[in-house]
Nanobody
Framework: QVQLVESGGGLVQPGGSLRLSCAAS????????MSWYRQAPGKERELVAR????????NYADSVKGRFTISRDNAKSTVYLQMNGLTPEDTAVYYC?????????WGQGTQVTVSS
């Protein structure tokens, strides 16, 4: 069965940091483009960061560029999102996504709340 298990979300103060992780199973991880999306209440889902299956190619939303870093470990079938300099505008449910050809898988989502 396909499974994406996220962890690392929680409550953090403005200016703080969190690292999200997403452990994948049930498919050939190295073939897939891995991404992080987020959705805040009343807002549309937006792409936060994307990393290709091989190589260093990445893509970031302008709002997080320079603060967030996506990385992947194909040997562990895990993708990470390092989030630094967090602000209340980063508060959202964060989703892990795996995509290849017609296949498109989603994690359950993890809540990130930035508040003092």
């Amino acid at each position: 069965q396909v499974q994406l298990v996220e962890s690392g979300g929680g409550l953090v103060q403005p200016g703080g940091s969190l690292r999200l992780s997403c452990a994948a199973s049930g498919f050939t991880f190295s073939n897939y483009v891995m991404s992080w999306y987020r959705q805040a209440p009343g807002k549309e889902r937006e792409l936060v960061a994307r990393k290709l299956n091989f190589g260093a190619s990445t893509n970031y939303a302008d709002s997080v560029k320079g603060r967030f870093t996506i990385s992947r470990d194909n040997a562990k079938s895990t993708v990470y999102l390092q989030m630094n300099g967090l602000t209340p505008e980063d508060t959202a449910v964060y989703y892990c996504n795996a995509k290849y050809s017609r296949y498109n898988y989603w994690g359950q989502g993890t809540q990130v709340t930035v508040s003092s």
